[in-house]
C-alpha cells in the first residue's frame, strides 16, 4: 500500500524536554512510556531466562542434582508467569506506543495519563510474582506458586503463600493490560490522521486493535477466576472444590477462555509488524492486505471458542470434543492465509536480508513448526498420547519462542534506527540470529521426541531412557539464553551511539512513521499529515 | 470512515470522543468481571 502525504515541516523538528528520573515517572508521553515498556521487557526476559536455565540445568542428568521438586515446580511456574505478562506482552504493548500513534499520524496516545498508570502497575505486578521467592529466604511462606502458570484447582486452593502473591500479580498485570487496550483501541478509531480510512490502517494497527479486543474480552474472565480462587482459599467458598459441592474443572474452563485467545494476544501484534519488514526487505508492497486484516479477525473471533482443546483429557463429552477438535482445527485456515500471504509478498520480491528480514524469515519457518505439531494436538484421539508430556512443551516454546520472541526481535531491529537515530551492528545481529535459530533448535526439537517417547512435563527427575536429549536440550537452553546477551549489548550499544541512521533507514520502508526524523521529534504529527 | 481535518475543534471533539469510548470499554470490562464472578457450575 503506497500512501502519499503532506507532511507537515515542523515535523522534523526535536523540542527541549526535561531529562531525570520524574521524567520517567510523570511521562504522558508515548515513545517515553513505549520506551519503558521494552526496557521493562528486556530485564523480565532475562529475570524469567535465568529461571528456566535453573530447571535446565537441574534436567541435565537424570536424578535430583540441584534442587528440590517444589522449588522445581517455583520456577517453572513463574518462568511461564514472568515470560508470558512480564515479558512479552509488555514488548508488545511497547511496540503499540511507539509505533501506532507514528503510523497512523496522531500525535499520541489517545488517553496519555491511563497510558503512564498502566505501565507503572507493572513493576509492582513483576514484584509480586518474584517476592514469595525472596520471602522464602527469610522464612516466611514456602516460595512462589508450585502449581504452574495454569493455577489448576485444586491444588492451587490448596497451594501455599505463593498463590496469593501470583493471584493479585496476576490481577495487577489485568488492569494495566486493559488500560493499555482501551488506550489502543480508541487511539486507532479517533487519533487517524485525516484519510486514513480504516482500509489504510498499517497492518501492525489492524492486528493490535484485535489483540486489545481480544484482551478485554478475556482478561476479565481470568480476573474472575482467580478472584474466585482466592475467595475459595479464604472465604469459604467452594466454587472448584468438590467437596463443598464446586467444580475443579470450571477453573480449567474459566482460566483457558482466557488462557488460549492469550496465545493470539501474544502473537497477533507480532504477525501484524512481519508483514512490514518482509514487504520492505523484498521491496514490494504487502501481498493480500485485504485478506490478512480478515484473516486477522477471523483468528480473534476462532479464538475465543476453542478453549477446551487445553483439557481434551479432562473428561469432556464426546460431542464438546468433537466440537473443540474441529473449531481449533478451524483456526489452520486464516493462518494458512496468513503464511500464504506472507510468502506471496517475499515472491519475486529484490530481496535482502538484514537482521529483521532474518528475524522474519526465521520466525515463518520455525512458526510454521509450531502450526504443524498444533494440527497433531487438536486432534482429540491422539492428544491422549500427547497431552501433558515434552511434546506440549516443544509445541507452545515453538509457537510463543519463535512466532513471539523472535517476531519482538524483528521488531526491534527493523525499528530501533528509526528509534534511537542510531544502526546497529549488522554483524552483532547476524550472529544473534544464526547463534538463536541454531540453538533454539537444539533445545527444543529433542523436547518432540522426548514427548513421543513419553517423558512427561513439569517432573525434575526421569527415567534413564531420556538422558541424551535431555542433555542436550540443556546444552542448547544454555547457548540460547547466553546469546541473548549479544541481542542487550546490540540494543545499548545502538542506544549510545553508532552509525547515524537516515530517516527512511530502510531502501524499501513504506508508511508514516520514516517520515519522520530518526530518531522522531519528541513531539511528533502536532499537526496530523494528511493521506491523499 | 474517514476523519475530518485536523483543526484544534476538531482535536477537542476526538478528545471527547475518546473519553467517552473509553468509560464504556471499562464498564464493559467491569461487568464481564462481576458476571464472571456469579458464573455457577
Known amino acids: ?532 | 470512515m474517514s476523519n475530518p481535518p485536523a483543526a484544534s475543534a476538531d482535536a477537542a471533539w476526538r478528545r471527547a470522543r475518546s473519553n467517552r469510548m473509553a468509560w464504556l470499554l471499562g464498564a464493559f470490562v467491569i461487568a464481564l468481571y462481576i458476571t464472571g464472578l456469579f458464573i455457577q457450575r
Open chain 1, 1 to 532: 500500500m503506497s500512501i502519499a502525504t503532506t507532511v507537515p515541516e515542523h515535523a522534523h523538528h526535536d523540542g527541549p524536554y526535561s531529562g531525570g528520573m520524574l521524567r520517567w515517572l510523570t511521562t504522558t508521553n508515548h515513545k517515553d512510556i513505549g520506551t519503558m515498556y521494552m526496557t521493562f521487557s528486556l530485564v523480565m526476559f532475562f529475570v524469567g531466562g535465568a529461571m528456566i536455565l535453573a530447571v535446565r540445568a537441574e534436567l541435565f542428568q537424570p536424578g535430583l542434582q540441584l534442587m528440590q521438586p517444589e522449588f522445581f515446580n517455583q520456577l517453572i511456574g513463574v518462568h511461564a508467569l514472568v515470560m508470558i505478562f512480564a515479558a512479552l506482552m509488555p514488548a508488545a504493548t511497547g511496540f503499540a506506543n511507539w509505533q501506532i500513534p507514528l503510523m497512523i499520524g496522531a500525535p499520541d496516545m489517545a488517553l496519555p495519563r491511563l497510558n503512564n498508570w498502566g505501565f507503572w502497575l507493572l513493576p509492582p505486578a513483576a514484584t509480586l510474582l518474584v517476592m514469595p521467592f525472596v520471602l522464602a529466604l527469610f522464612g516466611i511462606g514456602d516460595g512462589a506458586l508450585a502449581t504452574g502458570w495454569t493455577f489448576y484447582a485444586p491444588l492451587s486452593v490448596q497451594g501455599g503463600l505463593g498463590v496469593d502473591f501470583a493471584i493479585f500479580a496476576v490481577h495487577l498485570f489485568g488492569v494495566s493490560s486493559v488500560m493499555g487496550s482501551i488506550n489502543i483501541i480508541v487511539t486507532i478509531f479517533n487519533m487517524r490522521a485525516p484519510g486514513m480510512s480504516m482500509m489504510k490502517l498499517p497492518l501492525f494497527a489492524w492486528a493490535w486493535l484485535i489483540t486489545a479486543f481480544l484482551l478485554i474480552a478475556t482478561i476479565p474472565v481470568l480476573a474472575g477466576a482467580v478472584t474466585m480462587l482466592l475467595t475459595d482459599r479464604h472465604f469459604g467458598t467452594h466454587f472448584f472444590n468438590a467437596a463443598g459441592g464446586g467444580d475443579p474443572i470450571l477453573f480449567q474452563h474459566l482460566f483457558w477462555f482466557f488462557g488460549h485467545p492469550e496465545v493470539y494476544i501474544l502473537l497477533l501484534p507480532v504477525w501484524g509488524l512481519v508483514p512490514h519488514v518482509l514487504s520492505t526487505f523484498s521491496r514490494k508492497p504487502v501481498y493480500g492486505y485485504k485478506a490478512q486484516v480478515y484473516a486477522f479477525i477471523a483468528i480473534g473471533l476462532l479464538s475465543v471458542v476453542v478453549w477446551a482443546h487445553h483439557f481434551f483429557t479432562a473428561g469432556l463429552p464426546v460431542p464438546a470434543l468433537i466440537y473443540f477438535m474441529f473449531s481449533t482445527m478451524a483456526i489452520s485456515l486464516p493462518l494458512a492465509v496468513l503464511f500464504f500471504c506472507w510468502i506471496a509478498t517475499m515472491w519475486r520480491g529484490s530481496m535482502s536480508f538484514e537482521t529483521p528480514m532474518l528475524f522474519a524469515v526465521g520466525f515463518i519457518v520455525l512458526f510454521g513448526i509450531a502450526g504443524l505439531t498444533g494440527l497433531l494436538l487438536a486432534d482429540v484421539a491422539a492428544d491422549a498420547q500427547y497431552h501433558h508430556s515434552y511434546f506440549v512443551v516443544a509445541h507452545f516454546h515453538y509457537a510463543l519462542f519463535t512466532g513471539g520472541i523472535m517476531g519482538v526481535m524483528t521488531g526491534v531491529y527493523y525499528w530501533l534506527p528509526k528509534w534511537t537515530g542510531h544502526m546497529y551492528s549488522e554483524t552483532l545481529g547476524k550472529w544473534h540470529f544464526w547463534l538463536t535459530v541454531v540453538s533454539f533448535n537444539l533445545t527444543f526439537m529433542p523436547q518432540f521426541f522426548l514427548g513421543l517417547a513419553g517423558m512427561p512435563r513439569r517432573i525434575p527427575d526421569y527415567a534413564l531412557q531420556f538422558a541424551e536429549f535431555n542433555a542436550i536440550s540443556t546444552i542448547g537452553a544454555f547457548i540460547l539464553g547466553f546469546s541473548q546477551l549479544l541481542f542487550a549489548w546490540n540494543i545499548w550499544c545502538c542506544v549510545r551511539g553508532g552509525e547515524k541512521a537516515s530517516d527512511k533507514v530502510w531502501e524499501g520502508s513504506e508508511g508514516l512513521e520514516w517520515q519522520l526524523s530518526s530518531p522522531p521529534p519528541h513531539h511528533s504529527w502536532e499537526i496530523q499529515p494528511e493521506l491523499k
